[in-house]
């Protein structure tokens, strides 16, 4: 492993754990806002039915935060954690870039390229 | 059982999870899916939608303790990436397309399996050749050893990738990491140093659930208000678990996490078979 490799690494670890810590942040403010919130019975999970349509597209989770909705709050809290091994590659791509390891750009990027499909596209 | 105590119970359980995950070594994501569907009667589909964010939570956050190390190697699991998160995305599709059932007695077989890998963990001796794709694609490194710096090439490349496949299938199908599959790639397969394996299969595993996230969020698989406790407790029982150092320990907590996940994994399979639980 080459010196250049290790600090790829070390700004990885590093990122990986501010974004995890930021995302449990997020998540434990809409847990504790939901918990507020709902007295009642635990809900049904004994049977598969989804989620609300509208916890289900960014468009729909920004909206939900903007009025202060718990499950939006926790919902976002848990794509900012998807978002940290996403990050992870991206960053990889960079450093990989900066060593001008030709080969190692390519095999990244390709991660990257189906992260970002399975994310947004895939059905 | 209103909400609250709901949370603060599964928050514990979970927190013991990730406990016993992170001192064994199996990673707690692997009892999530049966602690929800056996003790607290949760749909599979919303267990795994937990259970693989909880993987994701877990991986990031010990990242920054193996990158201290220096054991991983960075392009040994970006090239393998290709393979699993592939793998995650056949995997995540067939959730929503096979029977409970089905994903049920997988989970059993894949438990029972998990069991059988930690408690075996034999390192095979590096005797072949180097294999020349496996220089072309630099799948190299030094591992530091008693006496300096030990090096190592990778060996069987195609077999590696097509395991990883596999693991990458598994973990989208099931919510799990597949660490136990994807260290018997590196380890047995391309015969990398154990800890070169088992570190740099902990740096895979957040990639390969991420790919399967996508799916599984637009699926409606994750629940807010069951992922919350369930992700936070993992979070927390494994952070603490990798700062307790009780190396004597280890063999008999190794030993009796796998009789449980035995006890699980024939439990899973019992209920999905008899088509009354999972």
Redesign the interface.
């Known amino acids: ?1 080459t010196w250049n ?2 600090r ?3 700004w ?3 990122m ?2 501010t ?2 810590m930021l ?2 942040a997020v ?2 403010a ?2 504790v806002l ?2 507020v919130q ?6 049904d ?7 609300p349509a509208h ?2 597209s960014l468009s729909g989770i920004e909206h939900g935060v903007a009025t202060g909705d ?3 709050i ?2 976002l809290g ?2 900012l ?2 978002a ?3 990050a ?2 991206v960053m ?1 791509v960079v450093g990989f870039l900066f060593e001008r390891d030709k ?2 750009v390519a ?2 990027s ?2 990257l390229v ?2 970002l ?4 596209f ?2 | ?4 105590w ?2 603060v119970i599964l928050f514990f359980s979970s927190m013991g999870a990730g406990l016993l995950g992170a001192l064994s070594g199996l990673g707690g994501g692997v009892v999530i899916v049966p602690l929800l569907t056996i003790a ?7 267990a795994i939608g937990a259970s693989l ?1 909880s993987v ?2 877990t ?3 010990a ?6 190390e ?1 054991f ?4 040994v699991g ?2 393998l ?2 393979a699993t ?2 793998g ?2 056949v995997g ?2 067939l959730t929503t397309k096979v029977p409970t059932q089905a994903i049920g007695v997988v989970f059993g077989l894949v438990l029972l399996y998990s069991a059988y890998a930690s408690l075996k963990q034999k390192h095979a001796e590096m005797t072949e050749k180097p294999d020349p794709l496996a220089m072309r ?2 799948l190299k ?2 591992v530091p050893a008693e006496d300096g710096l030990h090096h190592y090439v990778a060996q069987r490349v195609p077999v590696g990738f097509g395991l990883m496949w596999m693991a990458g299938a598994l973990s989208g199908l099931l919510g799990i990491g597949s660490g136990a599959v994807k260290v018997i790639a590196m380890d047995q397969a391309m015969r990398l140093p154990f800890k070169v394996s088992t570190t740099t299969s902990n ?1 895979m595993i ?2 390969t ?7 599984y ?4 698989y ?8 369930v ?2 407790g993992v ?1 927390a029982g494994s952070l603490i678990g990798s700062r307790l150092l009780v190396k004597a320990e280890v063999r008999t907590l190794k030993m009796v996490f796998a009789l449980v996940i035995v006890a699980l994994g024939i439990e899973m399979i019992v209920h999905s078979a008899t088509g009354m639980g999972g």
Not at chain 1, 45 to 51: D, I, L, Q, T, V
Request: hydrophobic share 55%; with cysteine.
């Open positions: 492993m490799d290790k790829i690494e070390t990885v670890g590093v990986l754990r974004g995890v995302a449990a998540v434990l809409g847990g939901y918990l709902n007295r009642g019975p635990r809900p999970y004994e049977h598969f039915h989804g989620e916890l289900m718990a499950r939006s926790i919902m848990l794509l954690l998807i940290t091994p996403v992870r590659v990889c080969l190692y095999v990244s390709l991660v189906i992260l499909y399975s994310l947004f895939h059905r | 059982m209103n909400e609250l709901f949370a607290f009667h949760v749909d599979i589909h919303y964010v994701i939570a991986s990031s956050g990242a920054a303790a193996y990158v201290r220096g991983s190697n960075i392009r970006m090239f990436e290709i998160t592939l995650a995305l995540a599709w694609l630099r490194g030094d740096f957040g990639v659930a991420a790919a399967s996230a996508g799916l969020w637009r699926s409606g994750m629940a807010p208000s069951l992922v919350m406790p992700m936070l979070l």
